[in-house]
T-cell receptor, first 113, second 113 residues
Framework: EAQVTQNPRYLITVTGKKLTVTCSQN?????MSWYRQDPGLGLRQIYY???????DKGDVPEGYKVSRKEKRNFPLILESPSPNQTSLYFC????????????FGQGTRLTVV | GDSVTQMEGPVTLSEEAFLTINCTYT??????LFWYVQYPGEGLQLLLK?????DKGSNKGFEATYRKETTSFHLEKGSVQVSDSAVYFC????????????FGTGTRLQVFP
């Protein structure tokens, strides 16, 4: 089954404790991206990657890091989480064709206390 | 800058009513346009798309037409069901420059029997 898998689904952590949210896709997509969803703001892009070892900032990259060492994986790293990073996070993948739709993971609800 | 504007919700309808959710966009060039739907506790999934002017996307009774002259992509359905209750997001993918997927803020639809 074609899918994007994120883990964990839920995470509560404390300010400053490094964490990683994993994302993996099995569709051989070149393009992967991370979004955060906040009430009244819709989805905002954090980082995206057009292929292995190629990443670029989205609209809200501050406080986040990503890496793309393998085509299927695109982890999101919060080196020192803060409460304003409490949000619902989605990973997505798609083909590089700009008419292609994105496939989304189930989401990770992160709470930073 | 590039952006998507969609009508505020919630939209509350009775079953079998006609649905319109307005979406307008600002972007250079000819972006691809998408409607995604998010059911409670789930990730986003593609509802329909259109990749060039005057294209009509359709799926599950929903339709939207890419109108370049009015920079719009309004979502319509002739007869909604309770199972259509969800949050609907309009989005665009730029066809030049940074490969970004830009979302509107989402519109919650509630359908009552």
């Amino acid at each position: 089954e074609a899918q994007v898998t994120q883990n964990p689904r839920y995470l509560i952590t404390v300010t400053g404790k490094k964490l990683t949210v994993t994302c993996s896709q099995n569709m051989n997509h070149e393009y992967m991206s991370w979004y955060r969803q906040d009430p009244g703001l819709g989805l905002r892009q954090i980082y995206y990657s057009m292929n292995v070892e190629v990443t670029d900032k989205g609209d809200v990259p501050e406080g986040y890091k990503v890496s793309r060492k393998e085509k299927r994986n695109f982890p999101l790293i919060l080196e020192s989480p803060s409460p304003n990073q409490t949000s619902l996070y989605f990973c997505a993948s798609s083909l590089r064709d700009r008419g292609s739709e994105a496939f989304f993971g189930q989401g990770t609800r992160l709470t930073v206390v | 800058g590039d952006s998507v504007t969609q009508m505020e919700g919630p939209v509350t309808l009775s079953e079998e009513a006609f649905l319109t959710i307005n979406c307008t966009y600002t972007a250079t060039g000819y972006p691809s346009l998408f409607w995604y739907v998010q059911y409670p506790g789930e990730g986003l999934q593609l509802l329909l798309k259109a990749t060039k002017a005057d294209d009509k996307g359709s799926n599950k009774g929903f339709e939207a037409t890419y109108r370049k002259e009015t920079t719009s992509f309004h979502l319509e359905k002739g007869s909604v069901q309770v199972s259509d209750s969800a949050v609907y997001f309009c989005a665009l993918r730029l066809n030049r420059g940074p490969d970004k997927l830009i979302f509107g803020t989402g519109t919650r639809l509630q359908v009552f029997p």
